[in-house]
């Protein structure tokens, strides 16, 4: 009777230590799974962080190159629009303008006046034909 009493309490405490040690593991595994989403969630945060200030200079970078190449696509454009030697009289009469306007009165405007038709061209066809010879002054 004494025997089975001792291993009815030896069962017992065994029983007391095994749930303590199960329920010691079950906090450690918990601890565990709380750190490690503690850990992941740094380094999602982190990753993210790095992402989008890579994705910035990515897209500041694109916007740069973008809006050179608009510049060097516009100056092109311009070049092939204007005709031979129109950019070169635009120029000349824009200075014309300008040295006649501080010269005072309108006498810069002059440049542009056909002097057979008294027509003022602000395009420059008269002052580049009178340049071609074809307008006689």
Known sequence: MVMAGAAAVAVM??????????????ATVVLVAM????????VMLVTVAAAAAVM???MSVAMLVTAAAAVVV???VM?????AGT????????????????RGGNGGWRQ???????????LGNVLRRRLAGHIAR
């Open 13 to 26: 405490l065994m029983v007391m230590v095994m749930s303590v040690v199960m329920a010691v593991v079950a």
């Open 35 to 42: 750190l490690m989403a503690v850990i992941v969630g740094v």
């Open 87 to 102: 950019a070169a009289v635009v120029v000349l009469g824009v200075s014309n303008i300008r040295a006649g306007a501080l």
């Open 56 to 58: 910035a200079v990515i």
């Open 79 to 83: 070049l092939v629009n204007v005709r």
């Open 74 to 76: 516009m100056a092109v």
């Open 112 to 122: 542009f006046r056909d002097v057979k038709t008294k027509r003022t061209d602000l």
